[in-house]
């Protein structure tokens, strides 16, 4: 099973949280699913939950390169200079980037934030589209930082072949599995214990920070960086309240 969630604004990409905050668990009521890799807490869009471990590894380590969409609201006008950084990859304290996607974008047509952002006046806000292959923690916010445009909002609208496609934000889909993330007989499968590494690894990142602060509507078009889901898809379920 292969789930595309939408998730919402100071949402955990987790089930459980022993600080009360918001969780997976008041969206997606189905057993045994995981996030295949994660979303930052003060982030929104697209979000991955399968529950095939091999999958989940698959989605979620950085040396099968799947790409990542993001569609970023940053503080100022992004020059030519701060962009070919961007694309060229920037020094972060972790290390260089990997090279990067990157091209100015009008505002997109989104949901409205809750609560929405804060702005300065007299402070020009711009969007750009940022399409990275590795996934370190709370990187494109640290990017965008280091070029001199901190984000203001953070929206993931593809992961590889998939794309939200007019999902509102706590809606969810099951989706057919795309031929590019299936198991290759060649390679054998990855180890169950391996992807129970790896989702362990992404447990402790996002205990150790990866969740974010507490503080802190139309279809969405298809674009660069992956092509719409293919394969039959069941229909939209929307969280039970």
């Given at each position: 099973?292969?789930?595309?969630?939408?998730?919402?604004?100071?949402v955990?990409?987790?089930?459980?949280?022993?600080?009360g905050?918001?969780?997976?668990?008041?969206?997606?009521?189905?057993?045994?699913?995981?996030?295949?890799?994660?979303?930052?807490?003060?982030?929104?869009g697209?979000?991955?939950?399968?529950?095939?471990?091999?999958?989940?590894?698959?989605?979620?380590?950085?040396?099968?390169?799947?790409?990542?969409?993001?569609?970023?609201?940053?503080?100022?006008?992004?020059?030519?200079?701060a962009?070919?950084?961007?694309?060229?990859?920037?020094?972060?304290?972790d290390?260089?980037?990997?090279?990067?996607?990157?091209?100015?974008?009008?505002?997109p047509?989104l949901?409205?934030?809750?609560?929405?952002?804060?702005?300065?006046?007299?402070?020009?806000?711009?969007?750009?589209?940022?399409i990275?292959?590795e996934?370190?923690?709370?990187?494109?916010?640290?990017?965008t930082?280091?070029?001199?445009?901190?984000?203001l909002?953070?929206?993931?609208?593809?992961?590889?072949?998939?794309r939200?496609?007019?999902?509102?934000?706590?809606?969810?889909?099951?989706?057919?599995?795309?031929?590019?993330?299936?198991?290759?007989?060649?390679?054998?499968?990855?180890?169950?214990?391996?992807?129970?590494?790896?989702?362990?690894?992404?447990?402790?990142?996002?205990?150790?920070?990866?969740?974010?602060s507490?503080?802190?509507r139309?279809?969405?078009?298809?674009?660069r960086?992956?092509?719409?889901?293919?394969?039959?898809?069941?229909?939209?379920?929307?969280?039970?309240?």
């Open positions: 099973m292969l789930i595309v969630f939408n998730k919402p604004f100071n955990l990409s987790q089930f459980t949280d022993k600080e905050r918001r969780t997976l668990a008041e969206f997606i009521p189905v057993p045994r699913v995981r996030p295949a890799g994660r979303l930052d807490y003060d982030s929104e697209l979000l991955l939950l399968t529950d095939d471990g091999a999958l989940r590894a698959r989605i979620a380590e950085p040396k099968h390169k799947l790409p990542k969409t993001y569609w970023v609201q940053v503080e100022g006008t992004p020059t030519t200079d962009l070919e950084q961007l694309r060229n990859g920037v020094m972060l304290n290390g260089r980037t990997r090279p990067a996607d990157v091209r100015p974008i009008p505002e047509e949901w409205p934030r809750d609560p929405p952002i804060r702005m300065r006046r007299n402070i020009p806000t711009a969007w750009i589209e940022l990275l292959t996934g370190r923690n709370r990187q494109v916010r640290r990017m930082a280091a070029v001199g445009f901190p984000t909002r953070l929206v993931r609208v593809a992961v590889g072949p998939y939200l496609d007019g999902l509102e934000p706590g809606e969810w889909r099951e989706v057919a599995i795309a031929p590019s993330l299936a198991r290759d007989p060649r390679l054998g499968p990855i180890g169950e214990a391996d992807a129970a590494l790896i989702q362990s690894a992404h447990d402790l990142e996002t205990e150790r920070g990866g969740g974010g507490r503080r802190a139309r279809k969405i078009p298809a674009g960086g992956g092509s719409r889901r293919s394969g039959r898809t069941q229909s939209t379920r929307r969280p039970s309240r």
